[in-house]
């Protein structure tokens, strides 16, 4: 049973490059949710989406993108990549708020 | 925004004793909830607390929901070495479909 699965595991990225971070759940979840990760800051909400079509910012969504095109995939994408936006980042999905799913995460480093 | 603030920050402490750890928050919540993250994984729901008052058990684990809506505590009872790791506190609200994560509590158990 998969679960959530992120890819990649860890990427580098030069400032001012894209990239896509990609998230896949095989659950049937309708909720689907990025979180990034930096020391001492626990996780803070990037953008979520509650079902296919429809997708919402959470509390730090600059700088970053994200589609729903099917129930299954969240991908976010960074359209120009910044040092600060090295961090690690979750993908996680659930049936209702509460018990999310977390992925392995992605380790980005932005030079 | 929601903010949580989960304390300590971090705890070392001897293979045998308790453990308390706690969150607060400015704003009401609806669900209080407690993850744990290993090294290089995402974070598993360990509790979740649908009630103001409820206090709930999951094996030496024991959390509370605060009357007040606006707290929680973790108690890890008889701490084994496999607890080392990062607890986190959340908080949502069903009404703004997001989840907002407290810093983390590093936890290291001595053998």
């Known amino acids: 049973n998969a679960g959530v699965t992120q890819t990649p595991k860890f990427q580098v990225l030069k400032t001012g490059q894209s990239m896509t971070l990609q998230c896949a759940q095989d659950?049937?979840?309708?909720?689907m949710s990025w979180y990034r990760q930096d020391p001492g800051m626990g996780l803070r909400l990037i953008h979520y989406?509650?079902?296919?079509?429809?997708?919402d910012q959470g509390e730090v969504p600059n700088g970053y993108n994200v589609s729903r095109s099917t129930t299954e995939d969240f991908p976010l994408r960074l359209l120009s990549a910044a040092p600060s936006q090295t961090s690690v980042y979750f993908c996680?999905?659930?049936?209702?708020?509460?018990?999310?799913?977390f992925g392995n995460g992605t380790r980005l480093t932005v030079t | 925004g929601q903010q949580l603030n989960q304390s300590p920050q971090s705890m070392f402490i001897q293979e045998g004793e308790d453990v308390s750890m706690n969150c607060t928050s400015s704003?009401?919540?609806?669900?209080w909830l407690w993850y744990k993250q290993d090294p290089g994984e995402g974070p598993v729901l360990l509790i979740a607390l649908y009630k103001a008052g409820e206090l709930t058990s999951n094996g030496r684990l024991t959390a509370q929901f605060g009357i007040t809506r606006k707290d929680s505590f973790l108690n890890i009872s008889a701490s084994i070495p496999s607890d080392v790791g990062i607890y986190f506190c959340?908080?949502?609200?069903?009404?703004?479909?997001?989840?907002?994560f407290g810093a983390g509590t590093r936890l290291t158990v001595k053998p």
């Open positions: 659950m049937n979840h309708e909720y």
């Open positions: 996680a999905s659930s049936q209702t708020l509460g018990t999310l799913h």
């Open positions: 989406s509650v079902g296919a079509g429809i997708t």
């Open positions: 959340a908080g949502s609200n069903v009404n703004n479909n997001d989840m907002r």
């Open positions: 704003s009401i919540f609806n669900t």
